[in-house]
């Protein structure tokens, strides 16, 4: 089955330590990408990688990192959570040349 | 800027009526893509459309149909005939080339059918 596929899909951690949220989609798909969705502010793109070892800052990159050395996997990384980070995040994969966003069924972040 | 603009924050309406939810964008690319996704209660962000800036052909898929109009800037999206399960946040997104087709959402519309 065609699939993105994010981990964990809870976490309630403290503000400091640092966390992976990885991102796995099976559809060899080149372009894969992060967003967050916050009330009132819809959902903002983080960081989108256009192939293997190329990525690119979003709208809202600040105090993430992500890498990409396999076109399967793209994890979002927070070295340093703090509470403005609680928030939904959902990972995306597509073929690209605005083809459809195939999201995977998000992670909820709780930054205490 | 907001690049797309749902104007409607919230609707509610009566299950078997007609609901449009309106977008509307801006960009300066020759060559971009217009999505509708719907967003569930349960969460996950579910596909609906694709239009690219060339194919002003209206479509409709069911219930569901969508009007692209280049003049005016919009992609509208209607539901006829609503029903309980359409209840949702549906978003309308951009995709331009100059931003690495990067998916520019808008705020997002949640329709309530009631029954």
């Known amino acids: 089955e065609a699939q993105v596929t994010q981990n964990p899909r809870y976490l309630i951690t403290v503000t400091g330590k640092k966390l992976t949220v990885t991102c796995s989609q099976n559809?060899?798909?080149?372009?894969m990408s992060w967003y967050r969705q916050d009330p009132g502010l819809g959902l903002r793109q983080i960081y989108y990688s256009m192939n293997v070892e190329v990525t690119d800052k979003g709208d809202v990159p600040e105090g993430y990192k992500v890498s990409r050395k396999e076109k399967r996997n793209f994890p979002l990384i927070l070295e340093s959570p703090s509470p403005n980070q609680t928030s939904l995040y959902f990972c995306a994969s597509s073929l690209p040349q605005g083809k459809p966003q195939h999201f995977g069924d998000g992670t909820r972040l709780s930054i205490l | 800027a907001q690049k797309v603009t749902q104007a409607q924050t919230e609707i509610s309406v009566v299950e078997k009526e007609d609901v449009t939810l309106d977008c509307v964008y801006e960009t300066r690319d020759t060559t971009y893509y217009l999505f509708w996704y719907k967003q569930p209660p349960s969460g996950e962000l579910v596909f609906l459309i694709r239009r690219n800036s060339f194919d002003e052909q209206n479509e409709i898929s069911g219930r569901y149909s969508w009007n692209f109009q280049k003049s005016t800037s919009s992609f509208n999206f209607t539901i006829t005939a609503s029903q309980v399960v359409d209840s949702a946040v549906y978003f309308c997104?951009?995709?331009?080339?100059?931003?690495?087709?990067?998916?520019?959402f808008g705020k997002g519309t949640s329709l309530l059918v009631t029954p």
């Open positions: 997104a951009l995709s331009e080339g100059n931003s690495g087709y990067a998916l520019n």
């Open positions: 559809m060899n798909h080149e372009y």
